[in-house]
């Protein structure tokens, strides 16, 4: 017997996300939610004096390496939100897996959106499909989220949460070990990943 909980959910989901979505109101709203959080990471103005930090000068986690024709130090917030809207969260496709409103994707298209932006997405994407393995599915880990992809992230709904924390933690540790000048910033990293 289904919760009332799960009936309410199905309910809304049936009656309510067709429209949200034609009105494009859960898509924006969600990206919203993505910035807000991805801004408790990506702070203020960034310059490293010692040249160790592998972002180089950096405002609201948008990079002079990524985006050289910027004047970084007076980007805007405003701006940089435009920015990670279209060339992050419509790009890779993230507003297509948040406004699914089966499943977990919501969340799982946030915390993916946020591991892509520090560590790129190719790597992030890699990631899931790693933490995808680690719950018994096979996939190639190839970082590319494909149709094979979302059906088992839609299977695995919310289970997947934590193997993906742990997969992207284990990217930081293993990059610090290959890299130890980047200690430092080994915390701040993992306080992403665990989030």
């Not at 970084?72 to 990670?84: F, G, M, R, V």
């Not at 190719?122 to 494909?146: P, T």
């Not at 990059?175 to 990293?189: D, M, N, S, T």
Request: aromatic share 12%.
């Amino acid at each position: 017997m289904r919760s009332l909980f799960e009936w309410i959910r199905n309910a809304y989901e049936k009656k309510f996300c067709p429209y949200l979505r034609k009105m494009g109101m859960e898509k924006n709203s969600k990206f919203d939610s993505a910035f807000k959080r991805l801004m408790i990471f990506e702070g203020g103005y960034v310059l490293d004096e010692l040249g160790l930090d592998p972002g180089g000068e950096t405002k609201y986690g948008i990079s002079k390496r990524s985006y050289p024709h910027l004047n970084i130090k007076s980007l805007t917030k405003k701006q940089a939100k435009e920015i990670y809207l279209k060339d992050w969260w419509e790009k890779y496709k993230y507003d297509k897996m948040a406004t699914m409103c089966e499943g977990d994707y919501n969340e799982i298209a946030i915390r993916l959106f946020i591991l892509a932006v520090n560590i790129g997405p190719k790597s992030a994407h890699k990631c899931l499909q790693r933490a995808l393995v680690s719950c018994g599915e096979e996939l190639d880990i190839d970082g590319i989220i494909g149709g094979h992809t979302k059906r088992l992230l839609l299977s695995n709904g919310h289970r997947i949460i934590f193997p993906f924390r742990s997969e992207a933690a284990g990217f930081y540790r293993a990059l610090v070990a290959g890299r130890p000048e980047l200690k430092p910033f080994l915390k701040g990293w993992l306080d992403r990943a665990y989030s």
